[in-house]
């Protein structure tokens, strides 16, 4: 049985604002209408509006019947999810934070990323729609978003509980460089189907470990090592720039060569959790089978990443009239992945898409 549903309400990376990062999923096994965590809010009912009179019935299925409008749909999501508070990942969070009705919604995020939205819904920019206070609390306006903050801290094997049965591991990332030139965070999420332990891994916007100050991927990538492929199958990571594109011209952004590169260091980290399962768990424990072991990871980790899905996201557009180069993006990442044989599937996401996962 998939773990989660999803419908990709928008996945590029600007200027086109009617397709900025928003994505909303549920528990596979529940329905729409019993809660939907809205993963990023870039894009959001003006644009699932044109993608339902595309696509009606893109949210139906045995267990939910439609067809939905975009309100209904609005009106079922209990929490937005926000990797960071930049405005392709926030607008329609902002924008529509005065009239969505239904339950109560939280939105949950580092704090570094309530901080930012706090900027935002400071009276001038936009009214304040959002506060920190407890539901219990008798001052507090109902009808106002409600920051929590997502826990950094954890140990491993702690999760933080947004939905029922759902569950996140929140792990920072850089993104670039602030004005005081300090890094600016982003974020990537583990989330977990707390009953069926099965999980993906969603990245928000990420510079290459390679021209970072502090690598920070690195330590995603062994947390996920432990969980490929049985429990963390698909991952969701940007490439928003063009292969070629200078390093000093990626503003906090993968490019496909940096894309490949952190694909591999996964790769390895799989690979070397492999080697020391091989080592702990082999019956014969010959030194035979520990040097064809060493001898694999030398070899650069063929095959490590078999079973697992990459959808690629935040592409740029250009709004010359050209093609979109998302298409070209997503080819030159499997020309360069091809030839090293990890065994992963990249797939291109795309707005309107429904994933099962
Ligand atoms: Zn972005
Ligand atoms: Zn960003």
Known sequence: MPAFDMVVVGCGGGPDETNLSAYLFKPY?????????ALEAGSGQGTLRHILQETPALFNSDRDQGPYSVAKIYSYVRCFLITHAHLDHVNSLVISAGSLSGPRKQVY??????????????????????????????DDDENKLLYKDLPL??????????????????????HGLDESKAVYQSSAFFIRHDTFKKEFLFFGDVEPDSIAK????????????????????????????EKGRPTDLLFGHLSPEHLVDELESLAKEVEAVNSRKAYTSGSDGSPQRKKQKRNTVDTGARGALNGVRVYIIHCKDVMDGTQNPRARIVDEVKKLIEPKGLGLQIFAAEQGMRIIL
């Open 29 to 37: 096994d529940s329905c729409w209408e019993d809660g939907i965590i």
């Open 109 to 138: 995020a580092t704090r570094q990323t309530l901080l930012g939205l706090e900027g935002i819904f400071n009276g001038r920019l936009w009214p304040n729609l959002a506060s920190w206070k407890d539901d219990d609390d008798d």
């Open 153 to 174: 801290d954890l140990p491993s094997e702690a999760y933080h509980t947004i939905f029922p049965s759902v569950s996140v591991r929140t792990f920072l990332l850089n």
């Open 214 to 241: 502090k690598a920070q991927n690195k330590q995603v990538w062994k947390e996920a090592a432990l969980k490929i492929p049985e429990v963390l199958s698909t991952i969701f990571i940007e490439c928003s720039w």
